[in-house]
């Protein structure tokens, strides 16, 4: 019964968490997990527009559509260690990111994968879909990169009105003692 509810628990915290990324601040991590620290005093109170990120640390690419970095509970690291020991991976260091939009603007939570896909192309990564057992939402697309000896896994969640793209770096898991 266990597994056909994280992906909805998972779900439901997603679209839970839009709200929070348009009203709140969070302070992006360099090159690790995000930091998750709350807004300060006078971003808080509405006097200053909510931060975007320029890119993603972790792959080195640079985001045309700027994402609000996202706040992780232990959810998001929680989800994307066990979708990477799926295909035997294992996360190490994680970003997470949200994107908004209209309500119902496919063409424009379109036009956001595509071009987060191409930078992170442009940028030399090899990238591929991927098919993660444990992701059982048909929206929610995983994706591998590879660039060199590093490997990451990306996953892509759209929503009515926003987006969240998940994102660890990975090392092969390690074998099980028997």
């Not at 994307?80 to 908004?100: H, P, Q, Y």
């Amino acid at each position: 019964m266990r597994g056909w509810m994280r992906p909805l628990i998972l779900s439901a915290l997603m679209l839970g968490a839009a709200p929070f990324v348009a009203g709140g601040t969070y302070a992006q991590g360099t090159g690790a997990q995000n930091s998750g620290k709350p807004a300060s005093g006078k971003e808080a109170a509405g006097k200053e527009a909510p931060k975007k990120v320029a890119g993603s640390a972790i792959a080195q690419v640079s985001f045309s559509d700027q994402p609000f970095p996202l706040q992780d509970d232990g959810t998001y690291k929680e989800f994307m260690g066990v979708a990477a020991a799926d295909i035997n991976r294992r996360c190490t260091k994680l970003e997470s990111f949200g994107w908004e939009f209209k309500k119902g603007d496919d063409a424009r939570r379109d036009q956001i994968l595509d071009s987060t896909l191409g930078g992170f192309r442009k940028a030399g990564w090899k990238m591929g879909e991927v098919k993660v057992r444990s992701i059982r939402d048909p929206g929610t697309t995983a994706y591998t990169a590879e660039k060199a000896k590093k490997r990451l896994l990306a996953v892509w969640t759209p929503m009515e009105d926003a987006a969240i793209m998940l994102l660890c770096e990975t090392e092969a898991a390690q074998a099980t003692k028997k």
